[in-house]
């Protein structure tokens, strides 16, 4: 079984500010770990994901995620904020291959303040 | 390549009617998911398929039912709507890791 803890319910930062959102994980098996981002009135969007190899993974739009197993962190970063980031994100993990269904966190909402 | 299509968009449900959401796909995706999503509780898997023919429980399938008799498309049915399930509802197909999501139907029960 897996689960996604997201720390932070509402973030805000400055434009130009590093943006953090907090992934922990709890999986039984190696994981996949996903981050997806949500705008206004939309589906959800890929922006980055883990699945084996490299730990530090670069994803869409600037954003990136390193897997940290002894963690069980996937925390998502951003060196410089941009109005257009502000949205929902979601972290999600999945039991691998074979196994692809997604366990999501409660999201993130990232307010940017101008 | 539209992707992940679902309709309706918006509904609006009385207590105790039916109705099916629709979501076809049109990457040749083996795996297709139904999803709800509710304020501050993500994204909950109702129900999923691994093949036309195939289709099993998620976390939340009460009062929910699914069928996939081809790989395109994949019907959500409610029957009975209660308030409960007013959220918005997502479709989603894969092939491998990366899930491609619909542009959901936002569904209100009153």
């Known amino acids: 079984a897996q689960s996604v803890t997201q720390l932070g319910s509402h973030v805000s930062v400055s434009e130009g500010a590093l943006v953090l959102l907090r992934c922990n994980y709890s999986?039984?098996?190696?994981?996949?770990l996903f981050w997806y981002v949500q705008y206004p009135n939309q589906g959800l969007q890929l922006l980055l994901k883990?699945?084996?190899?490299?730990?530090l993974v670069k994803g869409i739009n600037g954003f990136e995620a390193e897997f940290k197993k002894s963690e069980t962190s996937f925390h998502l970063t951003k060196p410089s904020a941009h109005m257009s980031d502000a949205a929902e994100y979601f972290c999600?993990?999945?039991?691998?291959?074979?196994?692809?269904?997604?366990?999501f966190g409660t999201g993130t909402r990232l307010t940017i303040i101008p | 390549n539209a992707g992940v299509t679902q309709t309706p968009k918006f509904r609006i449900l009385k207590i105790g009617q039916s109705m099916t959401l629709q979501c076809t796909q049109d990457?040749?995706?083996?795996?297709m998911y139904w999803y709800r999503q509710d304020p501050g509780m993500g994204l909950k898997l109702i129900y999923y398929s691994v093949g036309a023919g195939i289709t099993d429980k998620g976390e939340v399938p009460n009062g929910y039912n699914v069928s996939r008799s081809t790989t395109e498309d994949f019907p959500l049915r409610l029957e009975l709507a209660a308030p409960s399930q007013t959220s918005v509802y997502f479709c989603a197909s894969s092939y491998g890791s990366e899930q491609y999501f619909g542009p959901g139907t936002r569904l209100t029960v009153t």
């Open positions: 883990y699945t084996t190899g490299a730990t």
């Open positions: 999986s039984s098996v190696p994981p996949y």
């Open positions: 990457m040749n995706h083996n795996y």
């Open positions: 999600a993990v999945s039991g691998g291959f074979g196994n692809e269904k997604l366990t």
